[in-house]
């Protein structure tokens, strides 16, 4: 499948502005609890574990050992 450049374009500056409004927070706190950190800190990694996943079983409908490589 193959998308136009408009389209990376547009994907790409929403993921960038929901980046700055992830920000937006410090602004308002100057001081985070641990309590919020570690919430914070767990809440990112299962985010980023199932991206990973994810990632991985797509890339194994392309065989292993260009998932592996990859």
């Given at each position: 499948m193959s998308y136009s450049?408009?389209?990376?374009?547009?994907?790409?500056?929403?993921?960038?502005l929901a980046t700055g409004l992830g920000a937006l927070p410090f602004l308002l706190f100057?001081?985070?609890?641990?309590?919020?950190?570690g919430y914070s800190n767990a809440v990112d990694a299962g985010l980023m574990l199932t991206a990973s996943f994810t990632l991985i079983f797509e890339g194994l409908e392309y065989g292993l050992w260009k998932t592996v490589l990859g």
């Open positions: 450049v408009l389209t990376v374009f547009f994907y790409a500056m929403i993921t960038a100057k001081k985070v609890s641990k309590r919020w950190l």
